[in-house]
């Protein structure tokens, strides 16, 4: 190397040599990390099984009701040729050349769980979700040294855990979803002293929660919501350290512990709904200040919501309904500043909603629907500028027309629910100028509104559902429904409605070929749905898309026809046009609504027969035409041999196997060309068929076998 304190005088020479012995260097450090890491690939490869590793796989195996893919024994002479470490979901320690992680989610495997996976030994990692598993788990899991993970959820493992249990290392048991019984086992924290996460939701386990429990002071997630624990929700529970997440819901505890200590707790989420809690929420939420979520819906808690829950800072979802609360909604919205989710329906509240409700700025969901509430909606409503959802249906609110108006500047709602409100008022007019940009879905049902259906709905281009069902409007359906490109739900059923059914009906794109896609805004808001139904009850739905994709029209004084190109809503559900007066035939093309379920046209005044390509429709489990001037004979097969004989009644010129006799002449009476072209399309063929193979068979008796008989004649 040039040491020269005057480089200049460093020869070109030198430099170049420098640069090359450099360049030597890294590419032999290149070529030695190369060499090191194919020589760790190829003992990874090559790695034997441990003697005891295979001694335990063997046994998992044949517990097992079908082999793995990928898992190849050999003779039982040979182990050491066994590399076990290259097989599906097993992981090796290359320097112990022992197995530490197994893990085969997901595969359909069945079967039962072998004790040898005892021999296992080394093994820190164990996930069998998601599969088909059963029968009790080998006391030998639950003493193993090293596991630290434990996945067996979504099986269908039954009888009691183990009694004693030996896991030093363990951080996480997942054995929800499965068929487990017995109690929660008492001994895991004690010998387990580092356990992150338990999770025993979704069994079958009774009795309390457990006294050792108290010793989880790593606990960060414990599930056992969806079992039958019982008691009281014990106080250590709820200051247990460094826990995070307690769900405890849909299981029968019938209160809260009496002593509540003070010491600080760090749980964010805390589920307790569907139990069996009674009395008054406790005032204990100052134990709590990083709290997002609280949900404690469906119990029997009764009074009002203690002061430290409507102060909480951080409390985001909050989901009181389905219990028996009182007095008036008293939440401190200078203070919920975090609050984006609110449910406080089905309960005993009363008086009006609280004006400063809209200082909860980022309140998205609100439900206090099935109240003792009145009054009007506040104008300070029209600040909610994050509302997304707001449902105050089965209360006894007022002023529907300043209502709309107030909640048309909320930009972003998207679902509004009025039902069994505003009682005998009238529906807005067209001069209104209501303008709903971004709603969804509109419910304004069983509330005795008058009027007609208003122009202003058309503003309405994103709307998928409209429920306008229960009231006493009168008019036309506007054809303009026909042109919401996204409209899947229409209830129109049970007004006064008159004239022909809207032919653009039956060019609703969404009904035709279009996909819906709507983001709910609070998943678990449920809130009711009319149907016109003798006993007058209605439907509940959680989601807005699980409504099933309908016309209803029933109900009402429409006139007309049933138009033929109802055939093309392929994707409709129900179609109900009962109880009204409608004439004409029924359309063979309805055969064409190929996922139909329901069709109701009872009590019209159609005449004709019943169309035989109806036999098609695979789905239709419900089907009535009684009541109305139907002849012929009731078509036979299809769906149609599990309906019942009311679905025709009323109709004295019908007839079928299990109906009206049919007279002979009815029943030998030939069908029309076009009828035998609609229904027997496999008979044409055979006929076709049958006549081909007639006219191949003479031909070759008229002149392929005098043929050869001749040349036979000549050759003799």
Known sequence: MCFSYKPKFCSKKVIYTEMVIVLEIWVLISVLLYSLQTQVLVISQNLICDANDLTGLTGFMNGLESPIDGWLFTNSSSLESSSCCNWIGIT??????RIVRLELPNKRLSGNLSDSVSYLDHLRAFNLSNNFLKGPLPVSLFHLTYLEEVDLSSNEFDEVLPVTVNLPA?????????????????????????????????????????????????????SAASNYISGVIPDFLLTLPRLRELALENNEFTAFANRISNVSSGLVRLDVSSNRISGNLPDFFYMFPNIHYFSAHSNNLSGTIPPSLSNSQNISYLNLRNNSFDGSINLNCSMMVNLTSLNLGSNNFSGTLPAN?????????????????IGQIPESFKNLQSLSYFSISN????????SLKILQHCPNLTVLVFTMNFYTERLPSDHSNLLFKSLKALVIANCRLTGSIPYWLNGLTQLQLLDLSWNDLTGMVPAYIGDFKFLFYLDLSSNSLSGEMPKSLTRLQSLISTDISLEEPSPDFSFFIWRNTSAGSGLQYNQIMSFPPKLDLSGNHLTGPIWPEFGNLKKLHSLYLGHNNLSGSIPSSLSGMR???????????LTGTIPPTLVRLSFLSRFSVAYNNLTGIIPSGGQFWTFPNSSFEGNPGLCGVFFNNCEKNQLLKPQLPSEMNDEFPILRLLVIIGFGTGFLLAVLSLIVVPGIRGARKQNG
């Open 395 to 402: 209360c006894s609110f007022s002023n529907l027309s300043t």
């Open 170 to 222: 363990l951080q996480v048991l997942d054995v929800s979803d499965n068929n487990l019984r017995g109690s929660l086992q008492i001994g895991l924290c004690a010998n387990s002293t580092r356990i992150r996460v338990l999770s025993f939701g979704g069994n079958y386990f009774t009795g309390s929660i457990p006294l050792q429990f108290e010793a989880c002071n790593f606990l960060e997630h414990l």
């Open 357 to 373: 409700l809209a200082t909860c700025r980022n309140l998205k969901a609100i439900n206090v629907a099935k109240n003792n509430l």
């Open 595 to 605: 996922n139909i379920e329901i069709l109701d046209f009872s009590y019209n005044s």
């Open 92 to 97: 090796c320690n290359i320097s112990l050349g």
